[in-house]
């Protein structure tokens, strides 16, 4: 049996890019009952023995078309997908090439967020994943994490429960198999000139991400419990960049706010680890894979209850209300000052994820791709 594991999220992507990098960790651990290929495009790592090269090109206006009549009417007009020679496939994101590959396949499906923040899409964007979610209708498996996302594929795709598994992805490897080096502690706290006491919060620059809510709650902390805050935000300038610098600066949050780019994967465990606490304000969010790193790591969490986060958080953090910068400032102030507290949560974190290891994830896989291979 050879299975192709698409492989095309790019690094930049966030945390898809992760999810996938850990779905081939794990199928590693079972190759020796399946010839798994990597199809990849050029910038993603090879994780697996043996890969084929998708060309990563932008597609022409005629064969974009004849794709989404193919997904539409289900009628063939001529070549629109690469011929490879596997006998199903699994795809970690969003993709319709499977289907038109006329392959078997298991899709993981993140979010609905375009369903429920169509303001956050273009158009363009809007009709585009219209489109390409209709691969969950298609597929003969459906994968996400968190009973929420669950409720929405069956809810906006009208897919059957018996054909959707609920499995969550372990943190990636850089976070589970970092042995924390004292002395390099100090040498990641010069090298961004940190300070002793911060709020940490990794994440892509996207509108839902929710920056300037917190940056409000910072200024909040500040008149409300005089204490000047400091925190230290990282991650790619997406879409939403700009405005955040501009309301830092019309804060007047400046010596408060520390911006440090994009963090390679080495240094982002100390990072977790020199931090007073992760805050994760999203407004939409299936699974933080944060949270998971954070629970690992030892630094306690405070974060959003929207979407599945509540599900992933349970007991083992604070949540708050992000929309309300009140509940944001408070839920902040109090694991700032309450050591206690602190301690508490890094326990309950470290009991949350002590079972999400590689090996249970591998033989949950396992398990789905024999209840696939058994019906096709």
């Not at 007009?77 to 993709?95: H, M």
């Not at 935000?233 to 400046?254: H, P």
């Not at 100390?270 to 933080?288: C, G, I, K, N, Q």
């Not at 309300?324 to 050591?339: L, Q, V």
């Amino acid at each position: 049996m050879k299975i192709g594991i698409l492989s095309l999220a790019s690094p930049d992507s966030g945390g898809v890019f992760q999810y996938t990098i850990s779905m081939l960790e794990a199928l590693k651990l079972i190759s020796h009952k399946y010839h798994f290929v990597q199809i990849r495009y050029p910038d993603f790592p090879k994780l697996l023995d043996d890969d084929i090269i998708l060309e990563n090109k932008r597609n022409s206006i005629g064969l974009k078309i004849r794709r989404v009549i193919n997904t539409l009417t289900n009628i063939s007009l001529g070549k629109i997908a690469p011929e490879i020679d596997v006998d199903f496939i699994i795809s970690p994101i969003i993709s319709l090439l499977p289907f038109h590959m006329r392959k078997p396949y298991i899709v993981t499906i993140h979010d609905f967020q375009q369903k429920y923040y169509p303001e956050f899409f273009t158009l363009r964007e809007r009709v585009s994943r219209s489109i390409l979610y209709k691969t969950g209708k298609k597929a003969n498996m459906v994968i996400c994490e968190s009973n929420y996302v669950k409720k929405d594929i069956i809810r906006f795709l009208r897919v059957p429960e018996e054909r959707i598994r609920v499995i969550q992805s372990p943190p990636p490897k850089y976070i589970r198999e970092t042995k924390l080096d004292d002395s390099k502690l100090e040498i990641v706290k010069e090298k961004y000139e940190l300070s002793d006491k911060f709020i940490f919060y990794p994440a892509q620059f996207w509108y839902h991400k929710n920056h300037i809510n917190l940056i409000k709650s910072i200024y909040l902390i500040r008149g409300r419990y005089k204490e000047d805050m400091v925190l230290v935000l990282a991650g790619s300038k997406k879409d939403n960049f700009e405005n955040v610098m501009r309301e830092i600066q019309s804060l007047n949050l400046s010596k408060q706010v520390k911006y440090i780019g994009y963090v390679p994967d080495e240094d982002m465990p100390y990072l977790y680890r020199l931090s007073t606490a992760l805050v994760m304000p999203t407004l939409f969010e299936s699974v933080s894979m944060p949270i998971w790193e954070a629970f690992h790591l030892g630094c306690p969490v405070v974060s959003s209850n929207v979407c599945a986060l509540p599900e992933q958080v349970g007991d083992a953090g604070l949540l708050f209300d992000p929309y309300n910068i009140g509940d944001i400032a408070e839920k902040i102030y109090k694991i700032w000052t309450n050591e206690a507290l602190r301690k508490e949560l890094i326990q309950k974190g470290y009991d949350r994820v002590k079972n999400l290891t590689l090996e249970n994830y591998a033989k949950k896989w396992e398990n789905i791709i024999e209840e696939v291979v058994l019906k096709i």
